[in-house]
């Protein structure tokens, strides 16, 4: 269960501020997933970075700004956020994203983000 | 890019009885088939997997088939428990593109 960890895990944000979500994995992984989990929808691949370099931006709109400084460490910058962003953001590792490797992800336990 | 349809959305059995989830995916290079299992305010766990060399993988009450010709995969559990009750998702391509979902309440 600490093989990814995931900071905070409550946000509660104005759509004017600027926060940032933290994850960090402890697995010795190469790839890093951000995925955005709302209510009676299915789990939305946002980015993809493998050896720090971003491979997968599935058309997330910018106020979202991801940043993947080492393979352990991957942010997610918020800012000017809309109340429909409000949601579970969970960030995953596996050890490769190279096709045709294909691995298991492990998720970390989530932020809950609440955009006022 | 690659869409997965899963159903049912929801599903409600016995105790003791099977449960069967069905997922259809629309990309034939697909080659990667993961389930996992979130419960209540915790993270999505793999519970089982299969690759698209192989068409069926068991693990104890818990098996996986694939049906590459029809595109589609599913997870079946005998035997079920109160404890497997929980949301079910499917995944495909690489393992990245997820099907909505499957609250699964198992009755005691």
């Known amino acids: 269960e600490t093989g990814v960890t995931q900071t905070p895990r409550h946000l509660v944000m104005g759509m004017t501020n600027k926060k940032s979500l933290k994850c960090e994995q402890h697995l010795g992984h190469n790839a890093m997933y951000w995925y955005k989990q709302s209510a009676k929808k299915p789990l939305e691949l946002m980015f993809v970075y493998n050896f720090k370099e971003q491979t997968e931006n599935n058309s997330v709109p910018s106020r979202f700004s991801p940043e993947c400084p080492n393979s352990s460490h991957l942010f997610l910058h918020l800012h000017t956020l809309q109340p429909e962003d409000s949601a579970l953001y969970l960030c995953?590792?596996?050890?490769?994203?190279?096709?045709?490797?294909?691995?298991?992800?492990?998720f970390g336990p989530g932020t809950r983000l609440t955009v006022l | 890019g690659e869409n997965v349809e899963q159903h049912p959305s929801t599903l409600s059995v016995q105790e003791g009885d099977s449960a069967v989830i069905k997922c259809t995916y629309s990309?034939?290079?697909?080659?990667?088939f993961p389930w996992y299992k979130q419960e209540l305010g915790k993270r999505p766990q793999l519970i089982i997997d299969i690759r698209s060399n192989v068409g069926e993988k068991k693990d104890q009450r818990i098996a996986v088939t694939l049906n590459k010709t029809a595109k589609h995969f599913s997870l079946h559990i005998t035997e079920t428990q109160p404890e497997d009750s929980a949301v079910y998702f499917c995944a495909a391509s690489r393992g990245e593109v997820f099907g909505a979902g499957t609250i699964l309440r198992v009755k005691s």
């Open positions: 995953a590792s596996s050890q490769d994203f190279r096709t045709p490797v294909t691995d298991t992800q492990y």
């Open positions: 990309d034939s290079a697909s080659n990667y």
